[in-house]
Protein backbone atom coordinates (compact mmCIF):
# COMPACT_ATOMS: atom_id res chain seq x y z
CA UNK A 1 0.00 0.00 0.00
CA UNK A 2 1.53 3.26 -0.94
CA UNK A 3 1.04 6.57 1.80
CA UNK A 4 -0.66 9.49 1.12
CA UNK A 5 2.73 11.41 -0.36
CA UNK A 6 3.74 8.95 -2.65
CA UNK A 7 0.20 8.76 -4.12
CA UNK A 8 0.08 12.35 -4.62
CA UNK A 9 3.72 12.21 -6.05
CA UNK A 10 2.46 9.83 -8.68
CA UNK A 11 -0.69 11.71 -9.37
CA UNK A 12 1.68 14.91 -9.40
CA UNK A 13 4.09 13.23 -11.93
CA UNK A 14 0.93 12.00 -13.98
CA UNK A 15 0.09 15.72 -13.99
CA UNK A 16 3.03 17.06 -15.25
CA UNK A 17 3.59 14.68 -18.01
CA UNK A 18 0.57 15.56 -19.39
CA UNK A 19 0.79 18.97 -19.95
CA UNK A 20 4.22 18.83 -21.14
CA UNK A 21 2.92 16.32 -23.87
CA UNK A 22 0.22 18.87 -24.54
CA UNK A 23 2.66 21.82 -24.90
CA UNK A 24 4.75 19.72 -27.85
CA UNK A 25 1.89 18.81 -29.29
CA UNK A 26 1.28 22.86 -29.54
CA UNK A 27 2.21 24.44 -33.16
CA UNK A 28 4.40 27.26 -33.25
CA UNK A 29 2.87 30.63 -34.34
CA UNK A 30 5.57 30.30 -37.58
CA UNK A 31 3.12 26.96 -38.38
CA UNK A 32 0.39 28.80 -37.73
CA UNK A 33 1.67 31.17 -40.07
CA UNK A 34 2.75 28.93 -42.83
CA UNK A 35 -0.12 26.35 -43.13
CA UNK A 36 -3.39 28.50 -43.58
CA UNK A 37 -5.75 25.48 -42.51
CA UNK A 38 -4.05 24.40 -39.41
CA UNK A 39 -4.14 28.47 -38.59
CA UNK A 40 -7.88 28.17 -39.33
CA UNK A 41 -8.89 25.16 -37.37
CA UNK A 42 -5.49 26.03 -34.62
CA UNK A 43 -6.29 29.61 -32.30
CA UNK A 44 -2.80 30.84 -31.86
CA UNK A 45 -2.42 32.79 -28.73
CA UNK A 46 -0.04 35.27 -29.50
CA UNK A 47 0.73 37.02 -32.87
CA UNK A 48 3.97 38.55 -31.33
CA UNK A 49 7.10 37.78 -33.54
CA UNK A 50 9.15 35.13 -31.07
CA UNK A 51 12.01 36.59 -29.73
CA UNK A 52 14.53 35.35 -27.44
CA UNK A 53 14.28 36.75 -24.04
CA UNK A 54 17.38 37.35 -22.29
CA UNK A 55 17.19 37.47 -18.36
CA UNK A 56 18.00 40.96 -17.45
CA UNK A 57 18.32 42.94 -20.50
CA UNK A 58 15.10 44.44 -22.51
CA UNK A 59 11.92 42.50 -21.79
CA UNK A 60 13.56 39.86 -19.52
CA UNK A 61 14.27 42.77 -16.89
CA UNK A 62 12.76 41.89 -13.91
CA UNK A 63 13.90 44.03 -10.89
CA UNK A 64 14.96 47.90 -11.26
CA UNK A 65 17.02 47.08 -8.08
CA UNK A 66 15.43 50.91 -6.64
CA UNK A 67 12.88 49.78 -4.07
CA UNK A 68 9.25 50.54 -4.90
CA UNK A 69 9.96 51.63 -8.54
CA UNK A 70 8.93 48.53 -11.41
CA UNK A 71 9.77 47.28 -13.94
CA UNK A 72 8.03 49.37 -16.80
CA UNK A 73 8.24 47.45 -20.18
CA UNK A 74 6.62 50.59 -21.59
CA UNK A 75 9.14 53.25 -20.10
CA UNK A 76 10.75 54.63 -23.33
CA UNK A 77 6.90 55.09 -25.25
CA UNK A 78 5.63 56.73 -21.75
CA UNK A 79 8.92 59.09 -22.03
CA UNK A 80 8.67 60.59 -25.30
CA UNK A 81 4.49 61.60 -24.05
CA UNK A 82 5.59 62.95 -20.45
CA UNK A 83 8.61 64.92 -21.96
CA UNK A 84 6.09 66.53 -25.00
CA UNK A 85 3.76 67.33 -21.99
CA UNK A 86 6.82 69.00 -20.47
CA UNK A 87 7.65 71.24 -24.23
CA UNK A 88 3.53 71.50 -24.57
CA UNK A 89 3.56 72.81 -21.44
CA UNK A 90 5.96 75.38 -21.92
CA UNK A 91 4.99 75.99 -25.25
CA UNK A 92 1.56 77.10 -23.67
CA UNK A 93 2.78 79.32 -20.63
CA UNK A 94 3.55 82.89 -20.83
CA UNK A 95 7.51 82.04 -19.54
CA UNK A 96 9.70 84.32 -21.30
CA UNK A 97 11.55 82.02 -23.99
CA UNK A 98 14.71 83.78 -22.28
CA UNK A 99 13.70 82.25 -18.60
CA UNK A 100 17.04 80.27 -18.19
CA UNK A 101 14.36 77.24 -16.70
CA UNK A 102 12.44 77.44 -19.84
CA UNK A 103 16.10 76.95 -21.64
CA UNK A 104 17.12 74.55 -19.27
CA UNK A 105 13.98 71.82 -19.08
CA UNK A 106 13.24 72.37 -23.44
CA UNK A 107 17.39 71.26 -23.82
CA UNK A 108 16.75 68.51 -22.17
CA UNK A 109 13.22 67.11 -22.93
CA UNK A 110 14.49 67.62 -26.39
CA UNK A 111 17.00 65.44 -26.35
CA UNK A 112 15.14 62.98 -24.35
CA UNK A 113 12.69 62.72 -26.51
CA UNK A 114 15.54 62.00 -29.66
CA UNK A 115 17.07 59.02 -27.46
CA UNK A 116 14.19 57.78 -27.37
CA UNK A 117 12.82 58.18 -30.45
CA UNK A 118 15.98 56.65 -32.27
CA UNK A 119 16.09 53.60 -30.01
CA UNK A 120 12.75 52.95 -29.16
CA UNK A 121 13.67 48.88 -28.84
CA UNK A 122 16.60 49.50 -26.90
CA UNK A 123 15.63 50.94 -23.18
CA UNK A 124 19.53 50.33 -22.10
CA UNK A 125 20.92 52.79 -25.00
CA UNK A 126 18.12 55.44 -24.10
CA UNK A 127 19.40 54.76 -20.41
CA UNK A 128 23.42 54.83 -22.00
CA UNK A 129 22.93 58.41 -23.70
CA UNK A 130 20.20 59.87 -20.95
CA UNK A 131 22.90 59.30 -18.38
CA UNK A 132 20.43 60.03 -15.75
CA UNK A 133 19.15 56.54 -14.34
CA UNK A 134 17.49 53.67 -15.61
CA UNK A 135 14.16 54.53 -18.17
CA UNK A 136 11.53 53.61 -15.30
CA UNK A 137 13.81 56.75 -13.46
CA UNK A 138 13.27 59.40 -16.17
CA UNK A 139 9.61 58.56 -16.50
CA UNK A 140 9.96 59.68 -12.80
CA UNK A 141 11.92 62.71 -13.38
CA UNK A 142 9.04 63.65 -15.97
CA UNK A 143 6.44 63.19 -13.37
CA UNK A 144 8.47 65.09 -10.99
CA UNK A 145 9.93 67.95 -13.01
CA UNK A 146 5.82 68.36 -14.43
CA UNK A 147 5.31 69.40 -10.21
CA UNK A 148 7.83 71.98 -10.47
CA UNK A 149 6.60 73.54 -13.71
CA UNK A 150 3.22 74.19 -11.93
CA UNK A 151 4.97 75.75 -9.08
CA UNK A 152 7.33 77.86 -11.10
CA UNK A 153 4.61 78.63 -13.51
CA UNK A 154 1.49 79.33 -10.61
CA UNK A 155 4.41 81.67 -8.64
CA UNK A 156 5.83 83.42 -12.00
CA UNK A 157 9.41 82.72 -10.58
CA UNK A 158 11.55 83.94 -13.31
CA UNK A 159 10.14 87.32 -12.39
CA UNK A 160 12.24 87.08 -9.64
CA UNK A 161 15.34 86.51 -11.33
CA UNK A 162 17.46 89.51 -11.49
CA UNK A 163 20.30 89.78 -14.35
CA UNK A 164 23.75 89.86 -12.71
CA UNK A 165 26.90 91.36 -13.73
CA UNK A 166 29.56 88.73 -14.41
CA UNK A 167 33.41 89.47 -14.22
CA UNK A 168 34.78 87.55 -17.06
CA UNK A 169 38.23 88.14 -16.31
CA UNK A 170 38.97 89.17 -12.44
CA UNK A 171 42.01 90.95 -11.73
CA UNK A 172 43.79 88.29 -9.07
CA UNK A 173 45.24 91.18 -6.76
CA UNK A 174 42.08 92.46 -6.18
CA UNK A 175 39.67 91.32 -3.30
CA UNK A 176 36.98 93.61 -4.18
CA UNK A 177 37.21 95.63 -1.26
CA UNK A 178 36.64 92.84 1.41
CA UNK A 179 38.81 92.73 4.55
CA UNK A 180 39.47 89.64 5.50
CA UNK A 181 41.68 90.06 8.88
CA UNK A 182 43.82 88.26 10.31
CA UNK A 183 44.71 84.10 9.51
CA UNK A 184 42.85 82.82 12.94
CA UNK A 185 45.29 81.27 15.05
CA UNK A 186 45.80 77.04 14.35
CA UNK A 187 44.74 74.55 17.49
CA UNK A 188 46.80 72.03 18.54
CA UNK A 189 45.51 68.49 18.31
CA UNK A 190 44.78 66.89 21.27
Known amino acids: MMSASASSLKLLRRHAVSAISRSASRPSISQC ?32 GLVGLAVDHDAVPKMITKYQALLDKLAASDMPPTAQYRINIEKIARFRIKAAQENLDDPEKVEELCNCGQVEELVVQADNEMIVMDMYLRNRWWELVKPVEIEFNPDPNDDGGVEWGEEPPKQEKK
Open 33 to 64: AANSSLFKSVRCFSAAVEEEIVPGIGRGKTST
